[in-house]
């Protein structure tokens, strides 16, 4: 299949784009660079381009005959979506309309959506099911539950089959360790905790000792980049005979920040300076994630839930590429 990987040349764009092409498909990369690396993109073709400009996306997809589009090219830092709430609804709402309109003119039917376990908010209990209630409490989740919603009743059209895929935390490094994380800035909790390992940071910070956890730190789900991706693949092969999909898509279990803490230094064989400070507001003790339904229905099941192969494989592309992508 021809697959248009929108933000192909991001972190979880990327590692898509390579098992696309395992896989044997043809992916074409279009991305802006705002974000990602060109050197992430591999041997796929790469367009550069904007999800703004609607001309050059129907003559993209008419020429290049995309039978089907993975959508990564959205903003996901949360605290920066509060600061700049209309970046956030025009790059990650406005942007996406126009790219289900101009689909809809090039007849392109299937959209596999990255959505986020931020549509559900602060859960009133956990794991998270699907069906739970959905409160957003940031614009960035409140946008992309908005995408979620469009692309719902754009379905009920005919003209749309879409899968929507609720991250929890993706992490680690992809294809034999050769993609990894390089956010500018970094946010992500393993790759700080390396990035000090390394001595690039003076230290980790840990928001809050006196959860009720067993060892006083948040417990989130870590799923494996390479899982999440494989999960997309089942997800665009079930999308020819359904309208309709969503799913969580998470280990089920979690780890507290004291575990992925002492997991990194035993996998690096490095110490560190924690300092510990005070709870950040809206911080659950506990997200986790009930994706029972993904593999019933898809019959996927993550490969590499444990914690030690995930933070070995992100380990392994920071100590190979000190400097991320050096672009």
Known sequence: MRVLVCGGAGYIGSNMTAMLAEAGHEPTVFDNLSKGHAA???RATLIRGDL??????????R???IEAVMHFAAFIEVGESVARPLDYYRNNFS????????MESAGVER???S???????????TPIAEDSPKAPINPYGQSKLDVERMCHYQSQTGRLRYAALRYFNACG???DGRLGEDHRPESHLIPLIIQAAMGRRKDIKVFGTDYPTPDGTCIRDYIHVEDLCRAHLLALERLDDSQELVYNLGNGAGYSVRQVIDTIRAVTGKNFNVTETDRRPGDPPVLTSDASRARTE????PRMPELERIVGTAWKWHRDHPDGYGD
């Open 95 to 102: 942007n996406t309309q126009n790219l289900l309109s101009a």
């Open 115 to 125: 959505s986020t376990a931020a549509v559900y908010g602060i859960p009133a209990g």
């Open 52 to 61: 703004a400009d609607y001309r050059l996306l129907v003559e993209m997809l």
């Open 63 to 65: 020429d290049r005959h």
């Open 298 to 301: 898809l019959g996927w099941t």
């Open 173 to 175: 490094a992809g294809d």
């Open 40 to 42: 992430a993109v591999g």
């Open 111 to 113: 959209f596999v959506f």
